[in-house]
């Protein structure tokens, strides 16, 4: 089933791919340009992260990541990703390696893209959340490092959503509240249901609607990186593997 209940699967980074322009000469269309957003907020911190661990100074990994999302621009997709070839993440990851293989002129990085620019956010902030190495790590960290980064970005976007739902429903305070209990226990939840004017038999209940909506949202997010519906259980194993350090 989709992650949305409707019995739907949920569009792809497969589908996304697929839909844009098969010619470099064509023009992004409006669904086109939405595809390409939503790939790069989505993949550019992973794919920094794998840069910085392969041992690329901060600079020149914005510079790579950049280059390689723009290439993904000019040659309109990333020439033979098909869903046949697997994980779109793992796909994506060794498109990237090869990309850094066959490229070393950083100074073109920046130049490339067509006034596209997709390397964003706070790169410091970013970097904070780094323990990059002063040597390169092995091919198994970095990969790692990729994948760490990508699960990380993938339950931050679930929070964010679950966050913008809750203030919708003006809720925003109770949110605050209880966001913590999806990855730990809230001690003394008397006092918290005092707190928020609630019986502790309720507050049961709002945390664990709160875990599945939460839950729900990683699916949702998970399900559009694998072609076939039944890899989602098995991506979700592994996010929450990456996550707790098992992996």
Not at 24 to 45: I, N, P
Not at 98 to 116: C, D, L, Q, S
Request: net charge neutral.
């Amino acid at each position: 089933m989709g992650g949305d209940g409707s019995g739907r699967f949920h569009t792809t980074h497969w589908s996304l791919i697929a839909a844009l322009p098969k010619r470099a000469d064509q023009t992004l269309d409006g669904r086109s340009q939405e595809a390409l957003k939503h790939l790069c907020e989505t993949y550019w911190q992973p794919l920094y992260a794998f840069a910085r661990y392969s041992g690329w100074s901060a600079e020149d990994a914005q510079d790579q990541t950049q280059a390689f999302l723009a290439k993904v621009v000019e040659d309109s997709g990333l020439g033979g990703a098909t869903p046949e070839r697997g994980r779109f993440r793992s796909y994506l990851l060794g498109a990237m390696k090869h990309f850094m293989a066959n490229t070393r002129e950083h100074a073109k990085a920046k130049k490339r893209g067509g006034g596209h620019r997709f390397v964003h956010g706070d790169v410091a902030e970013i970097e904070s959340g780094l323990s990059v190495a002063s040597q390169p790590g092995t091919a198994a960290e970095v990969d790692l490092a990729f994948d760490r980064t990508w699960a990380q970005q993938t339950t931050s976007a679930a929070l964010d959503q679950l966050k913008r739902e809750w203030s919708d429903r003006g809720k925003s305070d109770q949110f605050e509240i209880l966001h913590p209990s999806l990855t730990s226990e809230i001690p003394d939840r008397p006092v918290v249901a005092d707190r928020l004017g609630m019986t502790e038999n309720a507050l049961n209940v709002t945390i664990h609607r709160l875990r599945q909506r939460y839950a729900a949202l990683v699916r949702e997010a998970v399900s559009r990186t694998v072609a076939d519906e039944g890899d989602i259980e098995d991506e979700l194993r592994y996010l929450v593997g990456v996550l707790r350090g098992k992996s």
